[in-house]
């Protein structure tokens, strides 16, 4: 049973920052890409981030480049997403994909798995 559980999201001020965590069990993760998206109220998911699982390669939307980061353990299983300079409108729910295809890193529709989501909320 595949499992993906995000942890570190909360409540931070502008200009602050958060890592977001994403433990990955009951898959080889080392062959999966993984994706970060967000979500909020009466939206589609957003692109956030993406680190392929071959080459390492990595793809940020325009809306965070610059500020977030995403890296990737295989040893641990764990993909992360260091979120800096975060602003208001960063607030969503953040969700961790993963993804055994081929890299089309910002559909949403090409991965297989989805945890249960994170909050995260920029204060003004």
């Known amino acids: 049973q595949v499992q993906l559980v995000e942890s570190g999201g909360g409540l931070v001020q502008a200009g602050g920052s958060l890592r977001l965590s994403c433990a990955a069990s009951g898959l080889t993760f080392s062959r999966y890409t993984m994706g970060w998206f967000r979500q909020t109220p009466g939206k589609e998911r957003e692109f956030v981030s993406a680190?392929?699982?071959?080459?390492?390669?990595?793809t940020d939307a325009d809306s965070v480049k610059g500020r977030f980061t995403i890296s990737r353990d295989n040893a641990k299983n764990t993909v992360y997403l260091q979120m800096n300079s975060l602003k208001p409108e960063d607030t969503a729910v953040y969700y961790c994909a993963a993804d055994s295809g081929v890299w089309s890193p910002s559909s949403a529709d090409v991965y297989d798995y989805w945890g249960q989501g994170t909050q995260v909320t920029v204060s003004s």
């Open positions: 680190i392929s699982w071959i080459s390492g390669s990595m």
